[in-house]
């Protein structure tokens, strides 16, 4: 048998406690030399005895960190400035490696030099290991090769089936929000990505769980997250025309589920104007005001207002629909009066592009907005 790489799992636990003793067994019972193993468990501030359990374990390769609650990224972070593996391997610390990872992962490393990175398909379990779904990728066609632009359009190369060499890690920097997308996005951007249908990952899905099968709230925190990390690297990176339109095209439909986002939250407001191609602004006029056709169908009076105060502007209304802006209008006594345009179809970028060009704006909601409120 070949001299074998040193291998560093990096497992990021919060309040893992239920959980953590599999997913380092799972490491631990690799077909793997044990002097080539190392596992570097960061415990995130955790307030269960998740370091406990960890902590328990009779084994040198194990090594346990514990450090103020800093998020995911934080932690791995913290893992891997303590690594000394050539190859890394994440491991979350609700999840578990199965058997022969390591030995089939690595192997595809050693063949292949041009290849930074493989990952593979996951099996989704329930906190009690039953199996919800056999194939989280089962139906698609997961990126392989040179494929940066498939990379950043959908985070394929997730969680624990990810092993990279350690040549391509770089420290996840605070606008990330992601580790395993942007270790995937990173080992993308200079070599090539290999994907293995087998083993499967054991991903475990709970109650816990802050992004897979997310709704409400926390579906729309997702979304931003996605845009988010998209808008960091597009500037960053070199996209043919069409690799760029589909990014462009995730984007944008993230954006259409909170089509609040240009102007809720500065940063990615910042970051649509400044990867997107240059254009003209939506308006010429001198003075632009800002409203949203659905609060001002919810709250007729700001029309009211607005008519009342004899605004030299035009009022600049994102309108996804606007036949019932035109009606509740119609109602208004001296609304015919005024510069009242509606704006249909902004998307994205032709929201944050009104954002920025508004100079007041007429709305009760809570925005992050630098033009003054009427």
Known sequence: ?????????????????????????????????????????????????????????DDPRIRVIRQANAGACGAVNTALAAAHGELLGLLDADDAWPAGKLRAQSAVLAARPEVGLVYGDMRVVDARGAVIHESFLAGGDPPQGRCLAAM????????????????????????????????????????????????????????????????????????????????WFLPRVELDERGRAAVWRAIELNAAEVPDVPYTDAAIRDGLLAAAPPAAGPLDAERVVLAFADELLESPELVARYVARGEAATLAIDAPDPEPLARLVERVPGAERCDLVALPGLGAVGRARLAARADAVLSERPLALAAPRL
Do not use: C
Request: proline fraction near 7%; avoid cysteine.
């Open 152 to 231: 950043l359009e959908s985070n394929d190369a997730t969680a624990s089936s990810l092993l990279f060499r350690r040549a391509l890690a770089e420290p996840i920097p605070a606008e990330i929000p992601y580790t395993d997308w942007w270790f995937a996005v990173r080992a993308a951007m200079r070599s090539e990505i290999a994907y293995l249908p087998e083993p499967r990952t054991l991903y475990r899905f709970h109650g816990g769980n802050l992004t897979l099968g997310a709704e409400g709230a926390g579906r729309a925190r997702e979304m931003r997250k996605a845009m988010a990390f998209r808008l």
């Open 1 to 57: 048998m070949p001299d074998e790489p040193l291998v560093s799992a990096l497992v990021a636990a919060y309040n893992a406690e239920p959980f953590i003793a599999e997913a380092l067994q799972s490491a631990l019972d690799q077909d793997w030399p044990a002097d080539k193993l190392e596992v570097i468990v960061v415990d995130d501030g955790s307030t269960d005895g998740t370091a406990a359990v960890a902590e328990g374990f």
